[in-house]
C-alpha cells in the first residue's frame, strides 16, 4: 500500500518559518520524483517545488522561489520543504506528491504528471 503522509504545517506569524516532511512508503519502485503542490480555498491547485529521484535537481515556483527550499533525504524516504519568510498569501493546504518514472517526460509542474499524493497539511500564515 502506498502511502505519502505530510507533517509540520500550523499556524505561523508573516515572516515566520515552516519545515513541511513527507514520508512514502509502498512505491513500487525506489526512483521516484517528489513535487509539493498547494490549493487556498476557492483556488486552483499550485504547483510549489519538485525534486528528482537522485536528489540532483530542484524546480520551484516564481512565487516562492528564494524563500523556499526542497531536500530529499532518500535513506529517509522523505522529502522536506523549509519555508521561509512566509507570506500571508502563502496560506493553502499542501500536497506532496510522488511521479514513478515511465519513460514518459516528467512534467514537474503539472499535478496531473503525479502518480501518487498525500492527503495534505494545512499551513496558515497570518499578518
Known amino acids: 500500500q502506498v502511502q505519502l503522509v505530510e507533517s509540520g504545517g500550523g499556524l505561523v506569524q508573516a515572516g515566520g518559518s515552516l519545515s513541511l516532511s513527507c514520508a512514502t512508503s509502498g512505491l513500487p519502485s525506489v526512483l521516484y520524483h517528489m513535487g509539493w503542490f498547494r490549493q487556498a480555498p476557492g483556488k486552483e491547485r499550485e504547483f510549489v517545488a519538485a525534486?528528482?529521484?537522485?536528489?540532483?535537481?530542484?524546480y520551484y515556483g516564481d512565487s516562492v522561489k528564494d524563500r523556499f527550499t526542497l531536500s530529499r533525504v532518500n535513506a529517509k524516504n522523505t522529502v522536506i520543504l523549509q519555508m521561509n519568510s512566509l507570506k500571508p498569501e502563502d496560506t493553502a493546504v499542501y500536497y506532496c506528491a510522488a511521479n514513478v518514472p515511465s519513460g514518459i517526460v516528467w512534467y514537474y509542474q503539472r499535478n496531473n504528471t503525479y502518480d501518487y499524493w498525500g492527503q495534505g497539511t494545512q499551513v496558515t500564515v497570518s499578518s
Open positions: 525534486v528528482s529521484w537522485s536528489g540532483d535537481r530542484t
